[in-house]
């Protein structure tokens, strides 16, 4: 049977999860409706998994994200890997406490003598009309905790190998898919591709601004990147994929390079991810930059419902080809 030439987003996940199962008899799924028996997961990601690995170790819950996360969390400090799916980003709201007081804690208030490999999975994202409660982009609040990483991918081999990565880290790690990507189409990573967390990656290279961007974004940056480029501005383009902690190195190397920087997420723009990465940024190389930082990001408002008025509500690419062509003056 041939390689497929491409993937799906999701079927990057399920390539990521179905080798961490049979790699590591540790490791194990809960969350809702993920077994085959209640379809595989809302968005399908674990289609085939109860299948193959049996229904002790990919396990549908009842709905309760609190019963979903501590029960992982006890896991976790036993020596267990487990890798909790939260539907929506909205819903870990529900399970907080134990994700900040004790998830991210346990190391530190044990001397370090309990690690907790934990990996939490959950779907958002706005403009596909899920409405406010199910569309919001919450990674500045668990960036901002001392003891979590938290991880996105922009493409279908990045997400087999950053979820690979995060199943295997001994710490609790919030693994970030975006839904409008899950049909999104790439190339197959090779058999056992992992990506080091912390670790950014070049998408483009440029001289002229570097845009820092992760996850959906990254593709929209990379278009508007190509477009500058006819016009004369040569963009560098850097997909964090680990948020939290965040490749400074990289980030440093490349605006200390060009002199021009805009950071791009979907998240609100205000107290976003952006903020923390440009005062570091003016922190580091105020001398040397030829602009301020610029920062784009969706509007300070709720998910609409309303489809125009989500278009409304997220960044677009005209705001990211004006942002850079600011800075270049």
């Excluded at 008899?25 to 990601?45: R, S, T």
């Excluded at 193959?52 to 609190?66: A, L, M, N, Y």
Aim: net charge negative; with cysteine; aromatic share 6%.
């Amino acid at each position: 049977m041939n390689a497929p030439t491409k993937i799906s987003f999701s079927q990057g996940i399920n390539m990521a999860l179905d080798e961490a199962l049979a790699a590591d008899p540790n490791v194990f799924l809960l969350g809702e409706d993920i077994a085959d028996a209640q379809g595989g997961g809302v968005f399908k990601a674990t289609l085939g998994l109860s299948a193959k690995h049996g229904t002790d170790r990919v396990r549908s819950t009842p709905i309760s994200e609190q019963a979903i996360v501590g029960a992982a969390v006890g896991a976790a400090i036993t020596g267990m890997r487990p890798v909790a799916e939260i539907m929506f980003m909205n819903f870990l709201t529900v399970c907080m406490d134990q994700l900040v007081n004790h998830a991210a804690k346990l190391r530190f208030m044990s001397g370090g003598l309990t690690s907790v490999p934990l990996t939490i999975r959950c779907g958002t994202g706005a403009g596909v009309g899920f409405g406010g409660q199910h569309s919001d982009m919450l990674e500045a609040w668990f960036a901002h905790v001392p003891g979590m990483k938290v991880v996105t991918a922009s493409n279908p081999a990045d997400a087999k190998g950053l979820l690979l990565s995060a199943i295997e880290d001994d710490d609790p790690t919030l693994f970030i898919e975006n839904v409008a990507m899950y049909a999104a189409q790439g190339a197959p990573p090779e058999p056992g591709y992992k990506v080091p967390l912390g670790k950014a990656a070049i998408r483009r290279a440029g001289g002229d601004v570097t845009i820092i961007t992760y996850g959906r974004p990254v593709g929209e940056v990379e278009a508007v990147a190509e477009t500058l480029a006819a016009e004369g501005i040569s963009a560098e383009v850097i997909d964090l994929r680990t948020i939290a902690p965040f490749d400074e190195a990289a980030v440093l190397n490349s605006v200390a390079k060009t002199g021009r920087a805009v950071i791009v997420h979907e998240a609100v723009k205000a107290f976003g991810v952006g903020a923390e990465i440009s005062s570091r940024i003016h922190e580091e190389l105020f001398g040397q930059l030829k602009s301020p930082v610029k920062r784009v990001g969706s509007k300070y408002s709720p998910v609409p419902f309303s489809p125009p008025l989500e278009q409304a509500f997220l960044y677009s690419r005209a705001e990211i080809a004006a942002a850079v062509k600011a800075t270049m003056g």
